[in-house]
């Protein structure tokens, strides 16, 4: 069955300051992975997704996530923290059942990010 | 383009009146729709999803169902509210293809008091 970890709940950076957001997932053959940012009382806005092409995968907002299949590990990075970057980001796998297919979430993490 | 869009925004209930909420979506046929829920604290849980019209799948059972009466078109409801119905609504889309995105609504605050 697919999976994902998100290693932690809450991250605070200061502003200006690298960004690095873990996932870990599991998955019995090579997934589809995405990462979804939240601003309170929003829906959900994709970020990036995987499907197996570049391991370094560019979204937006200046936001990458680098696929790296030894470690089982998709984790969110920006270079340089903005203020409105403050949200709850989502990690997400795409699991295959009986011939349909779901996402998979994570718990979240709630980016705080400091003046 | 394609959007979707959810109504009520926001919408506070008394336990055990009825529910109905609204998802559209525009710029695109016969789409895959989905209803989550998300819990104060806690992730997205899937309730339905759809892959046309008068074709609902449950993912857990509770006192909510999911209509489809249009190809764009998907509702929540509920006969008789509960507390533990409160939460976010997310409605989202997809296109008929493996691994495809799905877009999300801007969500349904629902208050159940």
């Known amino acids: 069955a697919q999976s994902v970890t998100q290693l932690d709940s809450h991250v605070s950076v200061s502003e200006g300051t690298p960004v690095l957001l873990r996932c870990n997932y599991s998955?019995?053959?090579?997934?589809?992975l995405f990462w979804y940012v939240q601003h309170p009382n929003k829906g959900l806005q994709l970020l990036l997704k995987?499907?197996?092409?570049?391991?370094l995968v560019k979204g937006i907002n200046g936001f990458e996530a680098e696929f790296k299949k030894s470690e089982t590990s998709f984790h969110l990075t920006k270079p340089s923290a903005h203020m409105s970057d403050a949200a709850e980001y989502f990690c997400v796998v795409i699991s295959h059942y009986s011939g349909t297919y779901k996402y998979i979430f994570g718990t979240g993490t709630r980016l705080k990010v400091l003046a | 383009s394609q959007t979707i869009h959810q109504w009520p925004a926001t919408l506070v209930q008394p336990v055990g009146s009825p529910l109905s909420l609204e998802c559209t979506v525009e710029g695109t046929s016969n789409p895959n729709l989905y209803w989550y829920r998300q819990a104060a604290g806690r992730g997205l849980q899937l309730l339905f999803y759809s892959v046309g019209i008068g074709q609902i799948s449950s993912e857990v059972p509770q006192n909510l169902s999911a209509s489809r009466p249009q190809d764009r078109q998907f509702i929540l409801s509920s006969k008789k509210l509960l507390l533990s119905d409160s939460g976010f609504y997310l409605c989202a889309w997809s296109r008929h293809r493996v691994d495809e995105t799905q877009y999300f609504g801007p969500g349904t605050r629902l208050l159940v008091l």
């Open positions: 998955s019995s053959y090579s997934p589809s």
């Open positions: 995987y499907t197996s092409a570049a391991t």
